[in-house]
Structure formats: C-alpha cells, structure tokens
C-alpha cells in the first residue's frame, strides 16, 4: 500500500511542509495545487533545498536524474489527509476536536493552556484548520504527545465530516452556531446542520462531547451522545459555574475559585467555561486550571487590550459575522465606563443575507449608549442609516485619512471586522 510506504518515508524525516519556499532539511514536500499554483512545478527545487521525498500527482514533475526522491499519487491532497488518519490510527493519543461560528481559536488556545498542566499537548497552529490544516496538525504529533487538540473550520456542508473521518476524535465540542459563512452554508439552519457533522460522528463511533447546557441547539443536537456538561443555570450539569462577570474582564467562579482572566467580552466567558470543564473531565486541579486561565494572554487581534494615548482599544479585528459583531456591541455597551466609541468594518461571506444583516447591526448599534460609531466598508456604506452618532466610510483609506486615535480622550474604543478589512491597520 502506497501509504504505508509513504508513512516509512514520514517516520525517518523531519516533517512535512506543502510550501517549497520553506523547506528545513529532511523534510517532506507535499506539492498541493490551487487557483493560482500548482506545487509540482516546484517539486525539483524542493529537492534541491533539502527535502528528503516531493509527494507529487504529475509525473512531468520527476527529476529523471533523482528518480528516488519523488513519490508519485493519484492526487496530492488525498494522499495528505490519508497520511494524517494512518499517522492518528498509529499513535495512542487521545483527540479533542472543535468547531463553531465564533471563539474556536480562543477556546483552543484556553483548553490548551489548561491540559498542558497534566499532560504532553499539541495544539493546532494558529488557523491550520481546515482540509489541509487538520492534516498538518496531526502529523505534528509525536509518540510523546498525549492529547492533540485540533480545531476544525468549515464554510460549507460536509467539511466537518471530511476532517472528523481525517482526524478520528475521542472528544468533541462546538462553541456556538452563529451567522458565519452564510453564503457558503446557505443560512443558519446550514450553519447549524454543517457544524453537528461533528455531534454525528461522535454519536456514530460512541464518542463523547463536552456541552453548554445553556445553548438550547447543543442540547436539542446531543440527545443521544454521551456528554460532559456546564452551565451557568442548570444544576444538574456536570461542572456547575458559580458566577460570571465582564467589566472589562471577564471573571468566571466556579468550585468557589474565581478565575480573573486577561480576556475581555461577555461572549468569552462561554470560552473559559469550556476549558474549565474539559480541565475537569480530565481530572486537572482547580487551581492549576485556574492559573493556566489566568496566565493566558489573547494575541493575533482577538480580544487584546491595547493603550493608546489615554484611551483603551479593544482590538478584535481577526474577523467577523454577524452573530460576533452584536456581542462585541454588547458587550461595549455593558461596559461601566462612559466614554465609548465603536470602529466596526464590513462582514464578509453573508451571500444573498449581506445588506440584510448590515443593516442589522447598523440598527443594533443605534439602540445603545455608545456615543460615537463609525462604519467602514461598501456593505455598510450601502445600507446605512442616518444617526447623529454615526459616521460611515466607503473604504479603509477614507477612514484612515480622517480617523486619529489622538482626537479621542480617556475612551474606550472598539475596533472589529472581517479579516479581509484588516482594520488593526489602524493602530499602525
């Protein structure tokens, strides 16, 4: 079998990278197609730099003068994915996966922080999260690794299914199921149906999942799954969360221990109750969760704090959907201080839904207290609505020109949109 000889290859290198600009000694390059590039052109280079092995699926791509340091397949992706899967089957580790419209990364990286007091973890690697991020994932565990934690990202049906059959897990959980990737997934109830393809693989191979018992859809979606549960409000969940506060800082008590986090937002304390609960099933002390929680600092524009001036950013510009961007208002608006500003960039990949849902959160911010909102972006500039509070912006230049964080004064001022709108521009 091609694979299990492959797997030989892989056991006696240094790993596998799919980017010929990168390649470390000994590695395996795996020559991936896309839109734009095909891989097996840069097959001969990657040889020439080091790579032990150039997993290719055009036989034109073969060095005739080096025939031994290619690897010819049906199809280079395929051969990726099933690499991973014959690498899980062959470890004896145990596999947490997750998924969700919102906070997938930030659950991991807390989940991560809280297992890595007991056990040997790995964790995927920023966004590595979907068909040929899973793969990567996997095949950076090693026989020391106890529990891999693999996050899994999906814009359409059946991608969930695909990456649990690619990486087997032992656990699942799903954060939320929100407006995200309507377009891809053709509304909520897609959303929803796309997301619990990972509920129907645990229920399907007797796995367990760990739940919010205060989501109404986890609950109506796991009725026959074995689970672990939290909850705020119902006392008969597995782990019981005694309080939650959010000023800026959320605060979650639970077990009479009360975790101070580094994360701001309401909508980040369903986060650190996850991995609360997930350090509980495995048997991790209260205190030790309670230090890995509060040693945790968001990066990479998630829910960071930021000072400036004499104001306090809130700095939340990885991405946005709808369902994201009405928390962060939320939770702005909660917020006891007085002196709030809101800096909010268009959301992307909302299909036939994107004026409607605009529109939306236009509307949302109106209804609050903040005192000055400005919108960036076509959508939004399209669907705008007259408000004294409000300022709109067709596009980032046009705000940049005429947005200065020194006009403002002891505020507190958030900053989020989509990736593509990349607004922490603002902050350079």
Known sequence: MKIEALYQYFLNSNGVTTDSRKINHNQIYFALKGDNFNGNNFAKSAIEQGALLAVIDQETAIDQQNLDSYFLVDDVLTCLQQLANYHRKKLNLTVISLTGSNGKTTTK??????????????????????????????????????????????????????????????????????????????????????????????KAHKKTAFINLDDPIQVEKTTSITLYSFSKSNSVADLFINEIEANPNVKVTFNQVVVNSNL?????????????????????????????????????????????????????????????????????????????????????????????????????????????????????????????RITYFKSFDELQSKFNFDDFSNETILVKGSRGMALERLLQ
């Open 109 to 202: 990286e807390l989940i991560n922080a809280v297992l890595k007091q007991k056990f040997k973890t790995v964790a995927t690697i920023g966004n590595l999260n979907n068909h040929i991020g899973v793969p990567l994932t996997l095949l950076s565990f090693t026989n020391e690794t106890e529990i891999g934690i693999v996050e899994m990202g999906a814009n359409h049906q059946k991608e969930i299914e695909l990456l649990c059959n690619i990486a087997e897990p032992d656990f699942g959980y799903i954060t939320n199921f929100g407006k995200a990737h309507l377009e891809g997934f053709g509304g909520v109830e897609g959303v929803i149906k796309g997301k619990s393809e990972m509920y129907d693989f645990l």
């Open 264 to 388: 701001i937002g309401i909508y980040n304390a369903t986060n650190i109750c996850a991995a609360i609960a997930i350090g509980k099933y495995f048997e991790i002390e209260d205190t030790a969760i309670q230090k890995a929680i509060e040693n945790y600092v968001p990066t990479n524009n998630r829910s960071q704090i930021i000072e400036k001036s004499s104001n306090q950013i809130i700095l939340d510009a990885y991405n946005a959907n709808p369902s994201s961007m009405e928390v962060a208002i939320k939770n702005l608006d909660q917020l006891l201080t007085k002196n709030k500003v809101a800096v909010l960039g268009d959301m992307f990949e909302l299909g036939d839904e994107s004026d409607k849902e605009h529109r939306l959160i236009i509307e949302k911010a109106i209804a609050t207290d903040i005192h000055k909102i400005f919108f960036v972006g076509e959508r939004f500039y399209k669907n705008q609505i007259t408000n004294d």
